[in-house]
């Protein structure tokens, strides 16, 4: 059994959602690790960082919705 937490996650679609703040970039190795161990049981990974979110919002919701839709088609 893999025990990571994530920012965001949708069980039913296997979508993880990641916002990058100042407090990963001392955590890259683990961040790194951590999506690849996850990616390797099927989740799929969205990452955006704090100015996006702050700055671009109305384009981090169309991605986010663009995935979405997409993992919703492929179930």
């Not at 683990?30 to 100015?51: A, C, H, K, M, P």
């Amino acid at each position: 059994m893999i025990n990571y937490i994530v920012d965001f996650y949708c069980h039913e679609i296997g979508l993880a959602i990641e916002l990058d703040g100042i407090s990963h970039k001392m955590k890259f190795f683990y961040d790194s690790l951590r999506q690849s161990e996850l990616q390797n049981i099927g989740v799929t990974f969205l990452r955006f960082n704090n100015q996006q979110v702050m700055n671009h919002t109305q384009s981090v919701i169309e991605e986010i919705e663009k995935k979405v839709l997409e993992l919703k088609n492929d179930l």
